[in-house]
C-alpha cells in the first residue's frame, strides 16, 4: 500500500525527471533566446513596462540571456536532487524557474504540459513549506489527484460533443498534420474504419479516467492505460513532454484511490 509520505516522494521524484528533461530541452535552445537570436530579451523586454514596477525590475534583471541560463543551470541541479533524493525542499526554486520560463516564452513554452508542471510544483511547494501538516500534504495530493482526472474528462468531453472526433476524421488529420506522426501511422489512419475506433477508444478512456478513484485495482489499470496514451502520443506526435508530467500525476492518485474515498 502506497503511504503518504511515499506517495510525496514519487510525486517529487518524477516531478523532477520531468523538469530536469524540460530544462535540458531549453538549455539546447540557447542560440534561440541568445542575445543575436530570434528569442531575444530585447524584443521582449518592452512588454514587461506593463507590469507594476518592482515586476517589471525583476523581470529585466531575471531574464536576460546570461541570468536565465544561470537559472535554467540552477534549475537542472535542483531537479536532479529531487530526482535522486525525492527530497521536497528543492520545490520552490523549481516552481519559481519554470514560473519564469513561462514568462520568457510568453505564457508557456509546449501548453498543457507546462501547466501541469506548474500545477504539481504548486502542490509540492506547499507541502515544502509546511511539512509538518498532514493537512496540506493531503491537500496537495488531493489537488494534484483531481486536476489530473479532470484533465482526462474535459479534453474527452471536449472531443465527445464534436462529429468530426466520433467519425474520426480529426484524428486522421491531426496525424496527418503533426510533424513527428511516423509515415505507417498517417497511412493506417487513413482508413476511415480504423480512424474512428482509435478515436473512440481515446474518447472512451478519457471519459472513464474518474474510475480509478473507486480501487487501487482500478486505478492501477486507469494509469497504465494513461502511460501508454501518453507515451503513444509522445511517439506519434512529439508530446514527450505531456508523458513525464501526466505520470508525476498517478502516484498522488493511487494514494487517494486506496482510501476509497468515492467506494
Same mark, same amino acid.
Given at each position: 500500500?502506497?503511504?503518504?509520505?511515499?506517495?510525496? &516522494?514519487?510525486?517529487?521524484?518524477?516531478?523532477?525527471?520531468?523538469?530536469?528533461?524540460?530544462?535540458?530541452?531549453?538549455?539546447?535552445?540557447?542560440?534561440?533566446?541568445?542575445?543575436?537570436?530570434?528569442?531575444?530579451?530585447?524584443?521582449?523586454?518592452?512588454?514587461?513596462?506593463?507590469?507594476?514596477?518592482?515586476?517589471?525590475?525583476?523581470?529585466?534583471?531575471?531574464? &536576460?540571456?546570461?541570468?536565465?541560463?544561470?537559472?535554467?543551470?540552477?534549475?537542472?541541479?535542483?531537479?536532479?536532487?529531487?530526482?535522486?533524493?525525492?527530497?521536497?525542499?528543492?520545490?520552490?526554486?523549481?516552481? &519559481?524557474?519554470?514560473?519564469?520560463?513561462?514568462?520568457?516564452?510568453?505564457?508557456?513554452?509546449?501548453?498543457?504540459?507546462?501547466?501541469?508542471?506548474?500545477?504539481?510544483?504548486?502542490?509540492?511547494?506547499?507541502?515544502?513549506?509546511?511539512?509538518?501538516?498532514?493537512?496540506?500534504?493531503?491537500?496537495? %495530493?488531493?489537488?494534484?489527484?483531481?486536476?489530473?482526472?479532470?484533465?482526462?474528462?474535459?479534453? @474527452?468531453?471536449?472531443? %465527445?460533443?464534436?462529429?468530426?472526433?466520433?467519425? @474520426?476524421?480529426?484524428? @486522421?488529420?491531426?496525424?496527418?498534420?503533426?510533424?513527428?506522426?511516423?509515415?505507417?501511422?498517417?497511412?493506417?489512419?487513413?482508413?476511415?474504419? %480504423?480512424?474512428?475506433?482509435?478515436?473512440?477508444?481515446?474518447?472512451?478512456?478519457?471519459?472513464?479516467?474518474?474510475?480509478?478513484?473507486?480501487?487501487?485495482?482500478?486505478?492501477?489499470?486507469?494509469?497504465?492505460?494513461?502511460?501508454?496514451?501518453?507515451?503513444?502520443?509522445?511517439?506519434?506526435?512529439?508530446?514527450?513532454?505531456?508523458?513525464?508530467?501526466?505520470?508525476?500525476?498517478?502516484?498522488?492518485?493511487?494514494?487517494?484511490?486506496?482510501?476509497?474515498?468515492?467506494?
Amino acid at each position: 500500500m502506497l503511504s503518504l509520505p511515499s506517495a510525496l &516522494t514519487w510525486s517529487a521524484r518524477l516531478i523532477g525527471l520531468a523538469v530536469a528533461l524540460q530544462t535540458l530541452e531549453l538549455l539546447q535552445l540557447r542560440r534561440v533566446y541568445a542575445d543575436d537570436g530570434i528569442w531575444r530579451f530585447q524584443l521582449l523586454a518592452r512588454e514587461y513596462d506593463a507590469c507594476p514596477a518592482p515586476l517589471g525590475w525583476l523581470l529585466r534583471r531575471a531574464l &536576460t540571456f546570461r541570468t536565465f541560463t544561470g537559472l535554467l543551470w540552477m534549475n537542472l541541479l535542483a531537479a536532479l536532487l529531487v530526482l535522486l533524493t525525492g527530497r521536497l525542499e528543492p520545490m520552490p526554486v523549481l516552481l &519559481t524557474v519554470t514560473l519564469l520560463s513561462c514568462v520568457r516564452w510568453r505564457g508557456a513554452f509546449n501548453g498543457g504540459s507546462d501547466s501541469m508542471t506548474v500545477l504539481i510544483l504548486v502542490s509540492l511547494s506547499a507541502a515544502a513549506l509546511v511539512p509538518e501538516s498532514r493537512s496540506v500534504r493531503m491537500g496537495a %495530493l488531493g489537488y494534484i489527484a483531481v486536476q489530473s482526472t479532470l484533465s482526462y474528462a474535459i479534453a @474527452g468531453v471536449a472531443k %465527445l460533443v464534436q462529429e468530426r472526433w466520433r467519425n @474520426g476524421q480529426a484524428l @486522421g488529420a491531426l496525424a496527418q498534420t503533426s510533424y513527428a506522426t511516423p509515415a505507417f501511422v498517417s497511412e493506417r489512419l487513413r482508413n476511415p474504419a %480504423l480512424a474512428r475506433l482509435c478515436a473512440w477508444s481515446i474518447m472512451g478512456f478519457e471519459c472513464a479516467f474518474g474510475l480509478a478513484w473507486l480501487d487501487a485495482r482500478i486505478c492501477l489499470g486507469c494509469i497504465a492505460m494513461g502511460a501508454l496514451f501518453h507515451l503513444s502520443n509522445a511517439v506519434v506526435l512529439g508530446l514527450n513532454r505531456f508523458f513525464f508530467a501526466w505520470l508525476a500525476s498517478y502516484p498522488a492518485l493511487l494514494y487517494l484511490s486506496q482510501l476509497r474515498l468515492l467506494g
